[in-house]
């Protein structure tokens, strides 16, 4: 029987899901920053200069870095932003896929992703392509949605997933679709505690998560040591 997986929260089969996932990405691409500062109250930004921090690039600018996406409109919006990045003539971006990086093994200091892992139809198999291309002593970060667990403010965020985000979603980019994607997705993503065993047998050590604002996005660090 063919290997089936989540798009939202219809059962597909594996094959099939990162095609449905291009679409979504396709869609939302010119609009993708907009709408997260919408849905987030520009706290998407918080979070993401939260996984910066914890890398603690040098400041001297002389780090080459590679920017990857599969999706061609995403990695177009994101190299355009990246002229008017104070280091953005370091990066390079890589059309190509998670869970087959076209780069040597252990040939980075660290590798980090951002509310990627989630779309990506073969977590373990990302997971170990990031294992491979890191260095020894080499930094893993992973900013991912996880599950809200304050009472009272769980049952807040639900009712702003479901009837605020399609409808805001559809209003911006006019197509509610992509978003119920969004809040399903979030949904189908192992809680923190399976997500931490899945890091571990990829290889990693020392893993930890931290949780931000609520557990809403949580930060997954570890090392390879
Ligand atoms: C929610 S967006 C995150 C974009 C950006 N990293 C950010 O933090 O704003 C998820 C991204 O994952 C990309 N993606 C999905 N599957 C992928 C795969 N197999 N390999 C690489 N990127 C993938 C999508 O194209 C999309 O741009």
């Known amino acids: 029987m063919a290997e089936t997986t989540h798009f939202g929260e219809r059962t597909v089969p594996l094959e099939a899901k990162q095609g449905l996932v291009n679409e979504v990405f396709h869609a939302v691409a010119d609009r993708y920053d907009l709408m997260n500062d919408l849905m987030s109250g520009g706290v998407h930004r918080l979070w993401k200069d939260a996984l910066v921090s914890r890398l603690a690039p040098p400041k001297t600018g002389t ?3 590679r920017v990857l996406d599969i999706n061609t409109d995403m990695l177009r919006v994101g190299e355009e932003r990246a002229r008017h990045w104070r280091f953005g003539s370091q990066a390079r971006f890589v059309e190509a896929n998670a869970e087959a990086l076209p780069f040597a093994d252990e040939s980075f200091d660290a ?12 977590i373990e198999v990302a997971l170990g392509e990031a294992y491979r291309v890191l260095k020894r002593g080499g930094r893993f970060l992973c900013l991912e949605f996880s599950a809200v667990d304050v009472p009272g403010f769980d049952r807040l965020y639900k009712a702003w ?21 969004l809040v399903e997705s979030i949904r189908k993503f192992p809680p923190p505690g399976r997500f931490t065993a899945m890091i ?7 893993v930890t998560h931290t ?5 809403i996005a949580a930060l997954h660090a570890a090392w390879k040591l």
């Open 161 to 181: 997933s479901d009837r605020a985000i399609p409808p805001i979603g559809k209003a911006v980019t006019g197509d509610g679709e992509p978003y119920q994607y």
């Open 200 to 206: 571990e047998r990829a290889g990693f050590k020392r």
């Open 111 to 122: 590798y980090t992703i951002a509310f990627g892992i989630r779309n990506v139809p073969r």
């Open 211 to 215: 949780a931000m604002s609520g557990n």
């Open 63 to 65: 780090l080459p870095y």
